[in-house]
């Protein structure tokens, strides 16, 4: 039997994830726990608990038991209103709104977009989580006459390992990887995790030609973005000069918790950054068109 995704959501047009207009899979779950995060309900998996069905307004959870005799959630779309009452209600904050989606019937819904799109995008959540359907897909994608001239992209944290990265590098046209922040504490703080594999995921991406952009989250007073600027402008001038470096404003958009408290970016905030980087010897700058 193939592979299986979780999926949180499917984009059919972006121009943000990625070169030209692309289809993005954003998956479930992730390996971070970071508090700044815009979309908390994708970090952890519904474990079928049951508690969000009864306060679901309009009875479109229920609780069923699938074939290997264990509790499964099931989402009616077409009843669902998305009040997001669910999300709230979940002691895990993860979200009941999920789909299953095999390699075919994924393949199916590109064909339906095809003409449409440059590629596709994996995102999350973790993309890499889910990371052997992700080779399958990509590998399905590139043997079919039809959509072999799609590209392939991964939106990632960074903490795939070297011989994940490995896994799927044959099938991969690039990647987008964050770093959240220079200093190893800093990093930690903030995702629950270090930044040593998103180092080693820069680099080993970078030596394949196929680190698309790095993306730099900017939260005054709290990521080191700015009081490290100078060590991160030496990084970053050492990658290939077609990587592009993103700045990431961060917002209150989304935020649940203590981030809520913090500073969010503002533009002229942002513009000197990308002036003290330029004026380093950064290129490539890509900056956020909005502030919100
Ligand atoms: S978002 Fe949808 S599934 Fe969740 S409580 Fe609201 S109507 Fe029900
Ligand atoms: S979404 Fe949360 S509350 Fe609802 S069944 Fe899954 S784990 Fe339980």
Redesign the pocket.
């Known amino acids: 039997m193939g592979r299986i995704a979780t999926v949180n959501q499917i984009i059919p047009f972006s121009c943000v994830d990625g070169p030209g207009s692309r289809l993005v899979i954003f998956l479930q779950g992730c390996n971070f726990n970071c508090k700044n995060c815009h979309n908390p309900y994708t970090i952890?998996?519904?474990?079928?608990?049951?508690?969000?069905?009864v306060t679901c307004p309009v009875n479109a959870?229920s609780?069923t038991i699938d074939e290997q005799r264990k509790p499964k959630?099931v989402w009616d779309s077409d009843k669902c209103t998305q009040c997001d009452i669910?999300?709230t209600?979940?002691?895990?904050?993860?979200?009941?709104?999920t789909r299953q989606y095999s390699v075919p019937q994924m393949l199916e819904l590109l064909r339906s977009q095809v003409h449409f799109i440059n590629g596709i995008t994996v995102s999350g959540g973790e993309a890499t989580l889910q990371l052997p359907f992700i080779i399958e897909l990509f590998q399905a994608i590139k043997t079919s006459e039809d959509l072999a001239h799609l590209s392939c992209m991964i939106d990632s944290n960074g903490y795939l390992s070297e011989s994940g990265w490995q896994q799927v590098m044959p099938y991969l046209d690039g990647a987008m990887i964050d770093l959240k922040s220079w200093q190893e504490h800093t990093h930690s703080y903030i995702t629950g995790r270090d930044n040593h594999r998103v180092f080693s995921s820069l680099k080993i991406l970078a030596a394949e030609g196929k680190l698309y952009e790095i993306r730099l989250l900017y939260i005054p007073k709290i990521s080191d973005i700015d009081s490290e600027v100078n060590a991160i402008a030496g990084y970053l001038t050492q990658l290939p000069a077609s990587v592009r470096v993103k700045l990431n404003a961060f917002q209150h958009h989304g935020v649940t918790g203590e981030a809520l408290n913090w500073p969010t970016c503002t533009e002229a905030q942002m513009q000197q950054l990308a002036a003290q980087l330029s004026q380093r010897g950064v290129g490539n700058l890509v900056l956020p068109t909005v502030y919100l």
């Open positions: 952890d998996m519904c474990d079928s608990c049951g508690d969000c069905v959870l609780l959630i669910c999300l209600t979940c002691p895990k904050q993860s979200s009941p709104k």
